[in-house]
């Protein structure tokens, strides 16, 4: 049946290139293929103009609606996942193109309500995960150093606060249930592997949302190579970004504790931070004249054709390495490290071999096993070609239209069951952050939750059990919204407006310090009676003179 499929992507091809853009970018190509009409809804930093200006192009055959945005709303330390302005550039979209679909890859820098706003149309919507963004704010889950994170929940102790120009100190927690919230309103979530699809049922998503489908290749591009003769030298080459998670230091660190070093080859394909150490590494142990530094190539193809054994030493948990894949297809074995979803894709000692992660002694031992045994080259690659031969492009995304034909859909996704808090000001005041931090660690989890009030939608706000003031400078109207939702109050006292309101209107409580702050909330949390009446109250109130007065503000 002919669907109209939007695609959601913070970035696009040809102006940035990576692993999720081009699958997102070759699963459109296909669908179109397949008589679906698709456009694309993209963030670019690159094409230039005013910041959330919007430019439509035909990019490869394919009708690419760009919001320009800037480096900073990628930041993760800012406000990456929520932004106003291209939340109604892309309403506009969904009222003009009218899909029956709307497929998101990775959408922070974006916006993740561009979720909700879908879904409150009646579109069906669909998530394809290719990191960790959903519950780690870095991806990587990797804290200091080389350590991966066991505990979704302490994210505090990497980055306590993210900010954005008008509200600074804003706890960290926030980000995670605004985005937990969102995605109540995904109808079915898509994982290339198991392992990524069990990191996010870990962190609260409902299994039966989830479907593990392959990203799937081009199997023909990479089986065609015809690969350089070996010579006398293996050739192992790391393709991919300069930076310390994708573990080429690693791959540095092993070169000495090769013996035979006259007898390899190493090639180094791809760019980024660590790039000109890594260089100055090579030249102070005398590993330059075995090292190849191939840069930035425009085809992946010649790189293959001089590579013998694939090596992606990682030391975060990948999801399902594209590179893997592409290596596997060409009939290349691989030497990857024993994390994430690599050891679903290399069976160690059949298509290569699995190292522990972050060890270069491991690592070394594993390319001393090719260079020892050269005749293993032949028989894995064969063996890595079988495995992968079947992972066709265009009969993943037949499974992924299986995933769109779903009949799980329902009409403003899952209901809330936690007590949702919208937190009300241009700033978050200190009592307020450490009144979220003791009930954090006070209650049981998903007891409640805690947003930014701009971060929701008008319809969201049904949803909201508590309308909390964190600035005694707060616009009158904002609190008039929040009463016309039959939503109770909790205020400063030295707002003394709304304090007269509070106890002269009988619509909500007010604290004077952390303490206070918390003991309201925990009292309305466990008093489900008395905060009702408090908001009939309020909402009574919302149009009568008390409330229509200007405020006193102190």
């Not at 695609?7 to 699958?23: D, T």
């Not at 320009?68 to 506009?92: C, G, M, R, W």
């Not at 299986?402 to 809330?416: A, C, L």
Request: aromatic fraction near 8%; include cysteine.
């Amino acid at each position: 049946m002919h669907k109209k499929i939007l695609i959601c992507c913070n970035a696009y091809p040809p102006n940035f290139i990576g692993g999720a853009e081009l699958i997102a970018h070759e699963q459109a190509k296909i669908l179109k293929k397949l008589g679906h009409e698709v456009a694309i809804f993209a963030g670019d930093g690159h094409i230039g103009g005013e910041r959330y200006s919007l430019r439509n192009e035909v990019y490869d055959g394919l009708a690419v609606y760009r919001v320009s945005l800037a480096a900073e709303d990628y930041q993760p330390n800012l406000i990456n996942f929520t932004h106003k302005n291209v939340e109604n550039i892309y309403t506009h979209i969904l009222d003009d193109f009218s899909p029956t679909i709307v497929h998101f890859h990775n959408i922070i820098g974006l916006s993740v309500g561009l979720i909700h706003i879908a879904k409150s149309k009646g579109i069906r919507t669909v998530l394809t995960v290719h990191d960790h963004w959903g519950f780690c704010y870095k991806n990587t889950m990797l804290k200091r150093g080389v350590e991966v994170c066991r505990d979704r929940s302490r994210c505090v102790e990497c980055m306590p606060f993210v900010s954005d120009d008008g509200c600074r100190s804003i706890p960290i927690r926030m980000r995670k249930d605004f985005l937990e919230i969102q995605f109540r309103d995904v109808d079915a979530f898509i994982s290339p592997s198991a392992y990524l699809a069990d990191a996010y049922i870990s962190a609260g998503i409902p299994s039966e949302k989830f479907n593990v489908i392959w990203n799937g290749i081009n199997v023909k591009r990479f089986a065609d190579i015809i690969k350089k003769p070996m010579g006398d030298r293996v050739r192992f080459t790391y393709i991919g970004y300069f930076g310390k998670h994708k573990g080429i230091h690693v791959l540095m660190n092993a070169l000495p504790h090769i013996a035979e070093k006259d007898r390899i080859q190493v090639n180094l394909v791809g760019a980024g931070e660590l790039f000109d150490s890594i260089v100055g590494q090579a030249k102070a142990l005398k590993l330059d004249k075995i090292i190849k530094f191939w840069g930035r190539i425009d085809s992946i193809e010649d790189a293959y054709r001089e590579t013998d054994v694939f090596i992606l030493p990682s030391i975060w948990p990948e999801n399902q390495p594209v590179t893997i894949t592409e290596a596997m297809a060409s009939r290349t074995p691989v030497i990857a490290s024993c994390i994430g979803g690599n050891p679903e894709l290399v069976e160690d000692r059949k298509t290569g071999y699995l190292f522990k992660v972050g060890d270069e002694r491991d690592l070394a031992e594993k390319m001393g096993k090719f260079i020892s045994h050269p005749e293993r080259i032949n028989i894995f690659g064969e063996n890595a070609y079988n495995k992968i031969k079947a992972n066709e492009l265009e009969d993943r995304v037949n499974e992924i239209i299986q995933v769109y034909d779903g009949n799980d859909s329902g009409q403003g996704g899952s209901p809330r069951k936690d007590f949702l808090i919208a937190c009300l000001g241009g700033r978050v005041d200190p009592r307020c952050l450490l009144a979220i931090s003791s009930i954090s660690n006070s209650l049981r989890p998903g007891t409640c939750s805690f947003v930014m009030s701009k971060w929701l939608q008008q319809d969201q706000f049904s949803q909201v059990k508590l309308l909390w003031i964190v600035d005694a400078e707060t616009d009158q109207n904002e609190v008039l919204e929040g009463l016309i939702n039959k939503v109770p109050l909790l205020v400063p006292e030295e707002n003394r407006w709304l304090k007269s309101l509070c106890i002269d209107g009988k619509c909500g409580l007010y604290y004077k310090d952390a303490l206070e702050a918390e003991a309201c909330i925990e009292y309305l949390i466990d008093h489900e009676k008395e905060r009702a009446a408090l908001a009939q109250i309020g909402f009574e109130l919302s149009s009568s003179e008390l409330i229509t007065r200007p405020p006193m503000l102190h």
